[in-house]
């Protein structure tokens, strides 16, 4: 290892960082006595102070007046890099609030580790963008240049599941194949790999634009916002009858990267010309209110957390809990609820995988081992559709949350 190099898994969801020691893999503490690091920003408007990780999530919760910011690794190749915004005395693009966090991330190592790193081993998604090449390689742009802004010399870069596959000891078996199913915040990751002594051969690595930021649009969407007035009606103010609540703002509302851009004055005019001409005027009084009080964060940590819980075994029901918008308002959900509102995405992964087998001129039967990666691979109906796919495989859970840093702990004692 070059004692300078490490590690990062910049995550939509969570980030981490590791290094190999002693020829094991060593995740350094981010955060007091945790491995990971929510990838979240608050700017607190109160103190002039930038929070990142679990403070910046408990800044949001705890109702602190400021600006949140979460799922940056999907702002990566988008326009939205280059707009730049005011905020706590400072004019910043995306490219600066995503090196703000790469660099805590570099200076928490290096205080960690009581030593320097000047280049990172960084993970990355197979396809950022999938089916547009050019906003991939945009992307992969952006976050070269997020890392130098970081303060980082240099930066290489490995994919995702061929990192998860080396931390998996698919080097120690020789001539199997064997198919990584990254499922993470924002992408879906599928690499197929063959063990040649020593290394590893990936025969096929493909990608989509999945994860489970979408898991979370999608219940919302279904479950939350027609509390908020989705799908139901409003007054034709230019003649008679009625038209149906337009979708877009409730897509936005539902989808992490966009919340931050939801509380423009524009925004909340034209929410309140949807309550005066609106059939069910108290569904978009609380619609005014998630503006007014910028609650569409909290909305969405209140979906996952529901989205959690339901997905637990021995739970066939659970509540997202809204009472941040009025006390005792709750959307109930059932296991079919969840697998309904997942199914396309579950149906889309599967398809990607099989795309994979045919890059690479194999079937199904020839993969001995499917190994899932990424919190997101833990939902049920994920791995229900992936076996009722692969019968014949061994089906393998590594450590949902770790397994990419620790083979990119384990790849950066030999780069460079």
Same mark, same amino acid.
């Given at each position: ?12 969801? *969570? ?22 690091? #929510? ?15 679990? /403070?910046? *999530? ?23 890099? %280059? ?41 990355? #998604? ?41 931390? *998996? ?32 051969? =990936? ?68 929410? !309140? ?19 007014? %009080? ?7 940590? !209140?979906?996952?957390?529901?989205? =959690? ?7 066939? /029901? ?18 079919? %609820?969840?697998?309904? /509102? ?25 993969? %001995?081992?499917? =190994? ?25 859970? /590594? ?10 702990? =384990?790849?950066? !004692?030999?780069?460079?």
């Amino acid at each position: 290892m070059t004692s300078n190099t490490l590690g990062i898994d910049f995550g939509t969801s *969570n980030s981490a960082a590791g290094v190999l020691v002693n020829d094991k893999p060593y995740l350094i503490e981010i955060e007091q006595g945790k491995q990971t690091l #929510p990838t979240s920003i608050f700017f607190d408007f109160e103190t002039q102070k930038t929070l990142i990780g679990s /403070s910046a *999530n408990s800044a949001l919760i705890r109702g602190e007046e400021g600006r949140f910011m979460r799922a940056l690794k999907s702002v990566l190749g988008t326009s939205l890099m %280059h707009e730049k915004r005011r905020i706590i005395g400072q004019t910043l693009s995306f490219y600066d609030i995503i090196a703000m966090f790469l660099k805590q991330l570099k200076t928490r190592a290096e205080e960690t580790c009581y030593q320097e790193f000047d280049y990172a081993l960084s993970g990355r #998604p197979v396809l950022f963008h999938s089916n547009d090449a050019t906003k991939d390689a945009q992307a992969l742009a952006d976050l070269t240049k997020c890392y130098e802004l970081a303060g980082f010399k240099g930066v290489d870069f490995l994919y995702e599941p061929e990192a998860a596959a080396i931390a *998996n000891g698919a080097l120690e078996t020789d001539d199997s194949i064997g198919l990584i199913i990254d499922i993470g915040g924002g992408t879906s990751d599928f690499s197929l790999f063959k063990t040649k002594g020593q290394t590893i051969e =990936i025969i096929a690595s493909h990608g989509v634009r999945i994860g489970g930021t979408n898991f979370d649009k999608s219940i919302s969407i279904d479950h939350v916002m027609p509390l908020l007035g989705k799908g139901t009606e409003i007054k034709n103010q230019f003649g008679s009858g009625t038209l149906t609540a337009p979708n877009a703002i409730f897509n936005d509302l539902a989808t992490w990267e966009k919340i931050p851009f939801m509380y423009s004055q524009d925004t909340r005019n034209s929410v !309140a010309q949807m309550h005066r001409m609106a059939v069910e005027k108290p569904l978009f009084a609380r619609l005014e209110s998630v503006l007014e %009080h910028e609650l569409a964060h909290e909305i969405a940590f !209140a979906v996952e957390t529901g989205k =959690i819980q339901i997905n637990k075994a021995e739970q066939d /029901s659970a509540k997202i809990d809204l009472s941040i918008i009025e006390p005792d308002l709750m959307a109930a959900i059932t296991r079919n %609820h969840l697998n309904a /509102s997942l199914s396309e995405h579950a149906h889309q992964i599967k398809e990607c995988a099989l795309e994979t087998l045919k890059m690479a001129d194999c079937t199904v039967d020839d993969v %001995h081992t499917v =190994i899932f990666v990424g919190g997101s691979s833990l939902m049920s109906i994920i791995g229900d559709t992936i076996k009722v796919a692969f019968p014949q495989a061994k089906h393998q859970y /590594s450590d949902a949350f770790t397994a990419i840093v620790d083979g990119l702990a =384990i790849a950066a !004692a030999s780069s460079r």
